[in-house]
């Protein structure tokens, strides 16, 4: 499965943004997405995961009540909706697809990933 990420951009601390990944070449109804995110010498970072249906999320303890995870399977897209974003969310944001019934949160557990999107926080 391809994917592509976009939605990316430069906010005030405060603001919200919202991302997109499309799912392209895969059977994205049958995958679990994730989220991850990473800056400059740090290891990739878990944000929200959920399941194929929908039904279940998993998120970060750092973006829990701020970030929304969901997913539209006719249009094969994941979105991260951010709302009340902090300097400390300053990073690149990844998707990640496994075809699974589960959900997971390590990032060795993902087999496809997208390009990653630019998120910067900053007043």
């Known amino acids: 499965v391809q994917l592509q990420a976009s939605g990316g951009g430069s906010v005030q601390p405060g603001g919200s943004l919202r991302l997109s990944c499309a799912a392209s070449g895969g059977t994205f109804w049958n995958d679990c997405m994730g989220w991850f995110r990473q800056t400059p010498g740090k290891e990739r970072e878990f944000v929200a995961t959920i399941s194929r249906n929908g039904n279940r999320t998993i998120y970060a303890d750092s973006v829990k009540g701020r970030f929304t995870v969901s997913r539209d399977n006719a249009k094969s897209t994941v979105y991260l909706q951010m709302n009340n974003l902090r300097p400390e969310d300053t990073a690149v944001y990844f998707c990640?697809?496994?075809?699974?019934?589960?959900?997971?949160?390590?990032?060795?557990?993902?087999?496809?990933w997208g390009q990653g999107t630019q998120v910067t926080v900053s007043s």
């Open positions: 990640a697809a496994r075809e699974s019934e589960l959900v997971w949160t390590s990032p060795g557990m993902y087999g496809s």
